[in-house]
């Protein structure tokens, strides 16, 4: 007589559910692994002097501009930043008053600590000045030169965006720290697409314009003071 013994066979609704719950685990680890994915990297950005110029080799390099023996020595202190460009964020904007930033795209410092070796390069080459001294430093100065940075800003309510970067400038007596003059400067420079790329490049370009200007400025208020 044949015996069947059937109290290790399980019940068809009970296959149903492990059948069930593995398809659901598996369903989940699939989930998890495409949650998973890394984020875009960031992509680190500088000010710098690399895009100022388009076929820059093909042309001739500048004289070099020696300032006489009498010239004033000038220390350029950091440059500062108004709210909101106060970080190492890539600003732009869509609407007035608005700022927001590139999410995937940082400068590499902020545009404060990158202006203020420019500022020194910009008023070197001018050739106006004995020596132009980046404080903090112990050598002492005619003049001191302050300055911020009142908006680094891409501009998207026009076509192509543009770049805005304005700089206010303050030029003071070391000794008597009197005030001898004030400029705001401002430039504005298309970007060839509304990528964060093309809004660096149009950005150094609105650097350099600026920098133009604020040496002829430094350079005419040191003749007349």
């Known amino acids: 007589m044949s015996h069947f013994h059937t109290s290790h066979l399980l019940p068809t609704s009970r296959l149903g559910q492990l059948f069930a719950g593995s398809l659901l685990i598996s369903l989940m680890?699939?989930?998890?692994?495409?949650?998973?994915?890394a984020p875009p990297p960031l992509s680190f950005y500088a000010?710098?002097?690399a895009h100022i110029t388009e076929n820059a080799a093909s042309r001739p390099a500048p004289l070099a501009l020696t300032a006489p023996a009498t010239a004033l020595t000038l220390a350029v202190n950091p440059t500062?930043?108004?709210?909101?460009?106060?970080?190492?964020?890539?600003?732009?904007?869509?609407?007035?008053h608005q700022l927001e930033h590139f999410a995937h795209s940082q400068w590499i410092d902020t545009p404060a600590h990158m202006?203020?070796?420019?500022?020194v390069s910009a008023l070197e080459n001018s050739g106006t000045f004995r020596a132009v001294i980046l404080s903090p430093s112990s050598a002492s100065s005619d003049l001191r030169l302050?300055?911020?940075?009142v908006r680094l800003q891409q501009e998207f309510d026009s076509?192509?965006?543009?770049?805005?970067?304005?700089?206010?400038?303050?030029?003071?007596?070391?000794q008597s720290r009197r005030v001898l003059a004030v400029r705001e400067f401002d430039a504005s420079v298309a970007a060839t697409s509304d990528e964060p790329q093309a809004g660096v490049?149009?950005?150094?370009?609105?650097?350099?314009?600026?920098?133009?200007?604020?040496?002829?400025?430094?350079s005419a208020a040191s003749r007349n003071w």
């Open 29 to 37: 680890a699939g989930c998890a692994a495409l949650g998973s994915s």
């Open 47 to 49: 000010l710098d002097n």
């Open 80 to 96: 500062h930043a108004a709210s909101g460009f106060n970080s190492q964020h890539m600003i732009y904007t869509r609407t007035a």
């Open 115 to 119: 202006l203020a070796p420019l500022i």
């Open 146 to 149: 302050h300055s911020e940075i």
């Open 159 to 174: 076509q192509p965006s543009r770049v805005r970067f304005t700089l206010r400038a303050y030029l003071i007596e070391s």
């Open 201 to 218: 490049i149009a950005a150094n370009r609105a650097v350099h314009n600026v920098l133009e200007q604020l040496a002829s400025f430094c």
